[in-house]
């Protein structure tokens, strides 16, 4: 049971170019988010999904795209990278409403832009 | 989501308890208290959450006062794999996408 699984966990790029990082779950939960996370601060929600076919922005979501066309994966688009986008972006699935909430964390993706 | 104020650090000696408070004295009626951990370069871990009784599981306890205005997260034998962050995050149990706001934190050091 792989959980949340984050590639690639290292990259590095240049400014105005573009990527995608990906974020798979195998439990069949319905809401998948990304987060990111700034050195010595918490983590702030980027977008989310409650389900196939459906997205949603957070706290800040400029810079970044999302789609969710199946139940297992959730990319993350940047369209043009900044150096203000260099940080640690965390996704994380969890049940659907009903359930206790408690979501779960891959192991975070280390994003630098020069 | 109500806000939580939690103490930036504390320390700890290996095989004591740990108590880590949080404040959330604006919480609604319908609003749960989680705790999550974030072990240094890791993603966050779900600790535990509870509405307005005490909770245990084999992590930890989670004591909330009467007036439900604050909190305690009791690490009963503090090892050195506790030293991580420690978010105390307060939210409807039924959030729109399970959003959570994470605020500072308290960052926990486990001393031999």
């Known amino acids: 049971n792989a959980g949340v699984t984050q590639t690639p966990k290292f990259q590095v790029l240049k400014t105005g170019q573009s990527m995608t990082l990906q974020c798979a779950q195998d439990m069949n939960h319905e809401y998948m988010s990304w987060y990111r996370q700034d050195p010595g601060m918490g983590l702030r929600l980027i977008h989310y999904s409650v389900g196939a076919g459906i997205t949603d922005q957070g706290e800040v979501p400029n810079g970044y795209n999302v789609s969710r066309s199946t139940t297992e994966d959730f990319p993350l688009r940047l369209l043009s990278a900044a150096p203000s986008q260099t940080s640690v972006y965390f996704c994380?699935?969890?049940?659907?409403?009903?359930?206790?909430?408690?979501?779960?964390f891959g192991d975070g993706t280390r994003l630098s832009i020069l | 989501d109500a806000k939580t104020t939690q103490p930036p650090s504390m320390d700890c000696a290996e095989g004591r308890a740990a108590n880590l408070p949080c404040n959330h004295s604006?919480?609604?009626?319908?609003?749960?208290v989680y705790w999550y951990r974030q072990i240094h370069s890791q993603g966050p871990q779900y600790i535990i959450h509870?509405?307005?009784n005490n909770e245990t599981n084999e992590m930890a306890s989670l004591i909330i006062t009467e007036d439900r205005k604050s909190s305690t997260l009791i690490l009963p034998h503090a090892t050195l794999r506790d030293t991580a962050v420690y978010y105390c995050?307060?939210?409807?149990?039924?959030?729109?996408?399970?959003?959570?706001?994470f605020g500072g934190g308290t960052r926990v050091l486990v001393k031999p």
């Open positions: 604006t919480i609604s009626g319908n609003e749960y």
């Open positions: 994380a699935s969890s049940p659907g409403q009903g359930s206790k909430g408690a979501q779960h």
């Open positions: 995050i307060v939210r409807v149990f039924k959030a729109a996408g399970n959003k959570l706001t």
């Open positions: 509870g509405l307005k």
